[in-house]
């Protein structure tokens, strides 16, 4: 009941709050005098987007199965999701355990 196909509406509410989220973010880091702040709230988001992108796939194929992967494009958004998600867990835990210096790796 909760994947995408047959609850479009909170799907696409946050959704929207994730772009809505992406503006903000971009104008966050272009103009935040400490850097350091902005990449780090950055990395946040990162992790949040990612997580609510592999929710929707994961609960896609909890309802469809095997055939929610079916073909090259759902595969590759599936394998982008999690390299994402992944992604940001390791940047997050480099910025938590290594002293917070994340600025050239971002």
């Known amino acids: 009941q ?5 609850s479009p509406k909170p799907w696409l ?15 966050l880091v272009a103009t935040e005098k400490q850097k350091l702040l902005a990449y780090h709230v950055y990395l946040v988001y990162t992790l949040f987007t990612s997580i609510l992108w592999c929710s929707e796939i994961g609960f896609s194929c909890l309802a469809r199965g095997r055939e929610a992967l079916h073909g090259f494009v759902h595969k590759l958004e599936a394998a982008l999701a999690i390299y994402f998600m992944i992604d940001s867990m390791r940047m997050l835990y480099h910025w938590h355990n290594g002293g917070g210096e994340t600025d050239g790796v971002i």
Request: no cysteine; charged share 10%.
């Open 13 to 27: 509410l946050l959704n929207l709050l994730a772009f809505v989220t992406s503006v903000l973010m971009l104008v």
């Open 2 to 6: 909760w994947e995408p196909e047959h």
